[in-house]
């Protein structure tokens, strides 16, 4: 039987958003100890959590696992064994402020809705929920404001309400939200086993050797940029076991168009996972993939490049099918949505692009 505080771990790191704010250092507490020159050898979680009884053993934990604790400049695991004299800094985050959530009248692209949940379309460029810099114009004030006069949807106790899942800022494309506490619990459920049935559709730069694939690695947060997510290996402790499957759908020249299926679910899979085999989403500034990385030099190769960006000012990714189980009735509910204007504009202008020079 599945705790419900486990069965929302993996979403709850899903969508949460580190260090949003312009000024990241404020969300965090600063330590710095140095070990004593007659200190018995023992865990690191283990001494730290003696000297900070006001501080969990779990939240230390939690800490190392970020990669947010170093010793003698060095970051460490956490069974690292402590020594004499060993300078241990880390960083813990102050406690979260409780974020008011403002119902909104903004439009929503609200594919299907019935008593228990909602699949909604997200245009690219809205934030799915409130967080340090995104107060305001979320998917979840939208939702606030649509589910007002719906007592079972609740904004007061839950920072998050209904989400089981969520996509990035600047990603289009599906999403359920559950409209009641059952709905969410089923849903995240599905979700934590992975049975839920997830679809994308991405622009990636260069050509993919294979016509299908899968990647395999690790993702857990940069260790030196914590905005953004790297991919570490299988045997390594840090990070959590994730999983993506491709498939080419169309080589267009310096770009390739795929499909992409998520085994797992976690922040920015698709985006670090494609970096980490060198073929960064095309636009992607957050991975590189907003400089040309494959081509011609020639200046007017430069000059259509920089058109594509302006053409689709975010990563070329779109949520495009989602299914699930009903929660209450337990019929099978499979979803597709359209890719963006923004998107199809940009794979025709390759496709032109390259067949002129053909």
Known sequence: ??????????????????????????????FRFVVDPGQTVMRIDKFLNDRM???????????ASAGS???????????YKIKPNDIITFELAFPKREITIIPEEIPLNIVYEDDSLIVVHKEPGMVVHPSYGHYTGTLINALAWH?????LFNTE???RPGLVHRIDKNTSGLLVIAKTEEAKTKLALQFFNKTSKRKYVALCWGSLK??????????????????????????????????????????????????????????????????????????????????????TTFTKYKQFVQNCFKTCPR????????GFVHPVTGEEMLFNSEIPEDMTTLFEKWRNYISTRE
Do not use: W
Not at 315 to 322: E, P, R
């Open 1 to 30: 039987m599945v705790e419900k505080e486990e069965l929302f771990e993996d979403i709850n790191e899903e969508i949460e958003k580190v260090g949003e704010r312009e000024d990241n250092n404020s969300l965090y507490e600063h």
């Open 53 to 63: 009884p006001n501080t969990s053993r779990s939240k230390i934990q939690d800490a």
């Open 69 to 79: 604790i170093m010793v003698n400049g060095n970051v460490v695991k956490v069974n």
């Open 147 to 151: 589910l007002k006069d719906n007592p």
């Open 157 to 159: 106790n839950d920072p």
């Open 210 to 295: 294979e016509d299908e694939g899968t990647i395999v690695g690790n993702i857990g947060r940069n260790l030196k940029n914590r905005k953004i997510m790297d991919v570490f290996p299988e045997e390594e402790e840090y990070g959590k076991h994730a999983v993506t499957h491709y498939k080419v759908i169309q080589r267009i020249g310096y770009v390739t168009l795929v499909e992409c299926i998520l085994e797992t679910g976690r922040t920015h899979q698709i985006r670090a996972h494609f970096k980490s085999i060198g073929h960064p989403l095309f636009n992607d500034a957050e991975y590189g993939g907003d400089v040309i990385l494959k081509g």
């Open 315 to 322: 990563q070329a990714l779109h949520a495009k099918t989602l």
